[in-house]
């Protein structure tokens, strides 16, 4: 007989599950309302850091800021940097300089970058003072790259070795120098007198390899090409074309500068579809911690321009007004062709702006995908335009009023197709992001088709 656990006895353990969580979460407020800083330093840190990190942020805002200051130089960087981004700026602002400046030299290079980046000047000033000459000018290195570059997101810890020495050497060397290597790492680049990046050895390889072999017989071809100031979707991009675990980062004369590991990617993959997701919907900002005021402040700019388009749709409609004076059917049925119009044209457009992110847009895929969306189009507005033309055809018992409604339904979803393909390529080759500013005009340009064509034919043909 199987031991394995039933449905009811899996749903029974999930619910054990998130009932010890939810009272593991009151302890952590009653230890912070009571100020038990002992209990409350030993049970996070027995916790995984990003189990932690997330027990933190189930607090509310005053209490967390107040367990951050309970905790002060307790609370582990490993904690402090799995924080969401607006959890950690409020731990840095809680946190003494000195205790930043203790949280600075654990980390490497790249996570001291995210740390930094949250800090203003002047407090940023008087903790890299609190560091030797030696680690401030390598911290301040990371921002004499542009943000969201890959210099920006590099950490300068990595293990280099030039192309005449041996397995044995390379090996020798790591254990003999185990503080300078990076906490993780998955390959040796291999370099020349001049510090170009050559090769790489992977680990895997170089344990498997006698010690008498030159790292220069052994050694691959690295497959990314990532200079510093690459942008971080063009990198990540890269990460998981070639299914890397790790990168070296070049300038443009091909020196080795820094490398990139998978775990930033992840932040990177999330943090940029999160941002074209929020941009699709007209949002540029969905914190957690978002004030009312905030979110108004990234809402309010596209409702602006949703509102200058939706006058748009209205200044066609009002060239017929004298024809939905006399067919007030008109009016209950422009909502239908309109609506699912719309849906047909964001359809597209999120099909469209996916495949331009995943580089599945170039040379002639652009060219199919232009002739695929707007087949679709067409193949949907045959049935949907004979659907629609049936229901109005009986609802109103218009026969004319279900050719016009028809034809009119036809003609909007091919152009639905054509537009939710064609709006985002035509923005790409501008140099705009179609994930942005692809919607507003998308939508525009169904609704303006399926104004005009619904009232233009029911001009012609009903009047």
């Given at each position: 007989?199987?031991?394995?656990?039933?449905?009811?006895?899996?749903?029974?353990?999930?619910?054990?599950?998130?009932?010890?969580?939810?009272?593991?979460?009151?302890?952590?407020?009653?230890?912070?309302?009571?100020?038990?800083?002992?209990?409350?330093?030993?049970?996070?840190?027995?916790?995984?850091?990003?189990?932690?990190?997330?027990?933190?942020?189930?607090?509310?805002?005053?209490?967390?800021?107040?367990?951050?200051?309970?905790?002060?130089?307790?609370?582990?960087?490993?904690?402090?940097?799995?924080?969401?981004?607006?959890?950690?700026?409020?731990?840095?602002?809680?946190?003494?300089?000195?205790?930043?400046?203790?949280?600075?030299?654990?980390?490497?290079?790249?996570?001291?970058?995210?740390?930094?980046?949250?800090?203003?000047?002047?407090?940023?000033?008087?903790?890299?003072?609190?560091?030797?000459?030696?680690?401030?000018?390598?911290?301040?290195?990371?921002?004499?790259?542009?943000?969201?570059?890959?210099?920006?997101?590099?950490?300068?810890?990595?293990?280099?070795?030039?192309?005449?020495?041996?397995?044995?050497?390379?090996?020798?060397?790591?254990?003999?120098?185990?503080?300078?290597?990076?906490?993780?790492?998955?390959?040796?680049?291999?370099?020349?007198?001049?510090?170009?990046?050559?090769?790489?050895?992977?680990?895997?390889?170089?344990?498997?390899?006698?010690?008498?072999?030159?790292?220069?017989?052994?050694?691959?071809?690295?497959?990314?090409?990532?200079?510093?100031?690459?942008?971080?979707?063009?990198?990540?991009?890269?990460?998981?074309?070639?299914?890397?675990?790790?990168?070296?980062?070049?300038?443009?004369?091909?020196?080795?500068?820094?490398?990139?590991?998978?775990?930033?990617?992840?932040?990177?993959?999330?943090?940029?579809?999160?941002?074209?997701?929020?941009?699709?919907?007209?949002?540029?900002?969905?914190?957690?911690?978002?004030?009312?005021?905030?979110?108004?402040?990234?809402?309010?700019?596209?409702?602006?321009?949703?509102?200058?388009?939706?006058?748009?749709?209205?200044?066609?409609?009002?060239?017929?007004?004298?024809?939905?004076?006399?067919?007030?059917?008109?009016?209950?049925?422009?909502?239908?062709?309109?609506?699912?119009?719309?849906?047909?044209?964001?359809?597209?457009?999120?099909?469209?702006?996916?495949?331009?992110?995943?580089?599945?847009?170039?040379?002639?895929?652009?060219?199919?995908?232009?002739?695929?969306?707007?087949?679709?189009?067409?193949?949907?507005?045959?049935?949907?335009a004979i659907g629609v033309a049936a229901i109005a055809g009986f609802w109103f018992q218009s026969t004319g009023l279900a050719i016009t409604i028809g034809i009119a339904m036809f003609a909007t979803f091919i152009w639905a197709g054509f537009s939710g393909i064609i709006v985002p390529l035509g923005l790409r080759k501008v140099g705009a992001d179609?994930?942005?500013?692809?919607?507003?005009?998308?939508?525009?340009?169904?609704?303006?088709?399926a104004f005009f064509s619904f009232l233009g034919l029911a001009t012609l043909i009903l009047l």
């Amino acid at each position: 007989m199987s031991d394995l656990p039933t449905p009811q006895a899996e749903e029974q353990t999930e619910e054990q599950t998130r009932e010890s969580h939810l009272a593991l979460e009151q302890d952590v407020r009653e230890a912070v309302w009571e100020e038990d800083s002992r209990w409350l330093s030993r049970t996070l840190n027995r916790l995984y850091p990003a189990d932690a990190a997330d027990l933190l942020e189930q607090l509310s805002t005053d209490d967390f800021a107040e367990a951050v200051r309970l905790l002060d130089g307790q609370l582990s960087t490993e904690i402090i940097i799995e924080l969401r981004d607006e959890y950690r700026e409020e731990a840095v602002d809680v946190l003494p300089d000195e205790a930043v400046a203790a949280v600075l030299e654990e980390l490497d290079s790249d996570d001291v970058t995210t740390i930094l980046e949250d800090l203003e000047d002047e407090r940023r000033e008087r903790i890299l003072d609190e560091l030797s000459p030696e680690d401030r000018a390598s911290l301040e290195h990371g921002f004499a790259y542009a943000e969201e570059s890959a210099g920006r997101l590099m950490q300068r810890e990595y293990y280099a070795a030039p192309e005449f020495w041996t397995v044995g050497h390379a090996i020798d060397h790591a254990r003999d120098n185990a503080d300078d290597l990076p906490d993780e790492f998955y390959e040796v680049y291999v370099v020349d007198p001049a510090y170009r990046l050559r090769g790489e050895v992977p680990l895997a390889k170089l344990l498997r390899t006698p010690r008498d072999v030159k790292l220069s017989d052994i050694m691959e071809e690295v497959q990314s090409d990532i200079h510093v100031d690459m942008d971080q979707e063009e990198v990540a991009y890269q990460f998981q074309k070639y299914s890397l675990a790790s990168a070296p980062v070049t300038d443009e004369a091909g020196r080795l500068l820094g490398m990139l590991t998978v775990d930033d990617m992840v932040d990177v993959i999330q943090e940029e579809n999160t941002e074209d997701f929020l941009a699709m919907s007209g949002v540029n900002s969905a914190d957690g911690s978002d004030t009312v005021l905030d979110s108004v402040k990234a809402r309010a700019p596209w409702l602006a321009v949703n509102l200058i388009t939706a006058f748009v749709a209205s200044g066609i409609i009002s060239l017929f007004e004298s024809t939905i004076d006399q067919i007030v059917q008109l009016a209950i049925l422009m909502p239908v062709v309109a609506a699912l119009g719309g849906n047909a044209g964001s359809q597209g457009l999120a099909v469209a702006v996916r495949a331009i992110a995943e580089r599945e847009m170039d040379g002639d895929a652009s060219r199919r995908a232009i002739v695929r969306e707007t087949l679709t189009g067409l193949a949907n507005g045959v049935i949907f335009a004979i659907g629609v033309a049936a229901i109005a055809g009986f609802w109103f018992q218009s026969t004319g009023l279900a050719i016009t409604i028809g034809i009119a339904m036809f003609a909007t979803f091919i152009w639905a197709g054509f537009s939710g393909i064609i709006v985002p390529l035509g923005l790409r080759k501008v140099g705009a992001d179609p994930a942005v500013a692809s919607s507003v005009f998308v939508l525009t340009l169904t609704d303006v088709m399926a104004f005009f064509s619904f009232l233009g034919l029911a001009t012609l043909i009903l009047l």
